[in-house]
């Protein structure tokens, strides 16, 4: 059976190489022109992966790169991994999704299996893209299931082989014929109910995690007026052996999962007509940091940040990856220039941003703001010359001066 991966990015193509590499044949399609075209050179920045994979499954024909889909004759699987992010008003935004329904629709087959990995809100595999899909294939016998993805891009310990995968159908053939499908290149399935309770555990898994940021935050900010390490309090409050998970305070949260799954939750409760408080709570707390830290630092800075040289290390939302996606680190530059700051930023990911190029690290600053510390970073540079140096980094790492928050 043939497979046909939809979206391409951190998700999809990390599930097509693996599928293809299981010895299943795999159509990798992107709307994406030059996505496609870099892919067809081995070229990827998913870090995950590498060129020699990539061209490696090309040359043996298991893998095709294509930016257009052809109406399927047999019997396929497709894997829909395309963006769901929120849109200006931190809604959820399913126009990508909505429209690889509409691409899948115009050339799938009967019987055909369709999997969403891509983050929505509960009910989307059933209220959603099987009506979507359905509906304009005018074909009664397609299947579908869910499998939400869990990629940690970069993680060296958990990759999409050892990261338990939750599975469930609409159907029972259909959740048996995607686990029989992700069972080639996952060691560990996880059976459940229905759709919704997948949905559902992707989305309160990284709600967990937003909301335990948010309580650290608050209590980064109680520390501040009361005079005490934050880190030193997490610490002593890990020496419980039972009970406790330490989260570390940070100027807000990044990527796709942590500050947007929180907001497809509350969606779906606000579907429910449940008003989700905490959930809601917890974004603002976070989202507001970027605004908290600037102040935070004017004030170190003697109350006037206008004309000062700031330059940030690490920009993008976690160590020893390229991805902008939801940076605080953005907001935090924003909020600066803002307030009258100089900032430049080092990031040896990252090449270009909103115009302006990364520098190296430079000593001739009022000040340097360790925020995403790269491994790449040498920040020996700073010490040496002893550069003023706040430590952001969201993390019990000591790089040679002490956590700000």
């Given at each position: 059976m043939n497979l046909i991966v939809v979206g391409l990015g951190y998700v999809g193509l990390p599930v097509a190489i693996h599928a293809a590499e299981s010895g299943t044949k795999v159509l990798a399609y992107d709307i994406n022109k030059e996505k496609i075209f870099k892919l067809?050179?081995?070229?990827?920045?998913?870090?995950?992966?590498?060129?020699?994979?990539?061209t490696k499954l090309q040359s043996s024909g298991q893998i095709t790169f294509v930016s257009e889909l052809e109406?399927?004759?047999?019997?396929?699987?497709?894997?829909?991994?395309?963006p769901t992010p929120l849109d200006s008003d931190k809604s959820p935004d399913l126009t990508m999704l909505k429209r690889a329904c509409e691409s899948i629709a115009k050339v799938v087959a009967e019987d055909c299996l369709i999997i969403n990995e891509s983050t929505s809100y509960i009910g989307t595999l059933r209220n959603l893209i099987k009506p979507i899909i359905d509906g304009e294939s005018q074909i009664s016998t397609l299947k579908y299931a869910v499998a939400p993805e869990r990629i940690d891009p970069g993680n060296k310990k958990w990759s999409i082989r050892n990261t338990p995968r939750?599975?469930?159908?609409?159907?029972?053939?259909?959740?048996?014929?995607?686990?029989?499908?992700?069972?080639q290149f996952c060691d560990e399935i996880h059976e459940v109910s229905t759709p919704?309770?997948?949905?559902?555990?992707?989305?309160?898994e990284n709600s967990f995690r937003q909301v335990n940021i948010a309580l650290v935050n608050e209590l980064a900010q109680i520390a501040d007026k009361l005079n005490f390490s934050t880190h030193d309090a997490i610490m002593a409050a890990a020496t419980k052996p039972f009970g406790f998970m330490p989260f570390y305070p940070s100027i807000g949260v990044g990527g796709h999962c942590i500050p947007v799954d929180p907001s497809y939750l509350s969606y779906s409760a606000?579907?429910?007509?449940?008003d989700a408080k905490f959930i809601k709570l917890a974004n603002q707390v976070n989202s507001s940091m970027p605004n908290l830290v600037k102040e935070r630092i004017k004030n170190y800075l003697g109350g006037d940040l206008n004309g000062k040289k700031i330059q940030i290390a690490g920009i993008s939302y976690k160590p020893d990856i390229s991805d902008l996606r939801e940076s605080p680190a953005l907001d935090l530059i924003k909020e600066l220039e803002l307030a009258g700051a100089m900032v430049c930023w080092h990031d040896p990911f990252v090449d270009e941003y909103n115009g302006k190029q990364s520098t190296a690290l430079i000593s001739e600053?009022?000040?340097?703001?360790?925020?995403?510390?790269?491994?790449?970073i040498d920040f020996s540079i700073w010490k040496k010359v002893n550069v003023k140096v706040i430590d952001l980094s969201a993390n019990s790492n000591n790089y040679g001066w002490p956590k700000f928050l």
């Open positions: 067809q050179q081995g070229i990827t920045e998913i870090p995950d992966l590498t060129s020699e994979q990539i109406k399927q004759k047999n019997k396929s699987i497709f894997v829909i991994a395309v939750l599975i469930s159908g609409i159907t029972d053939q259909a959740k048996k014929e995607a686990i029989t499908f992700y069972e919704e309770v997948a949905e559902a555990a992707k989305l309160f606000d579907i429910a007509g449940v600053i009022d000040l340097g703001l360790i925020v995403t510390p790269h491994s790449q």
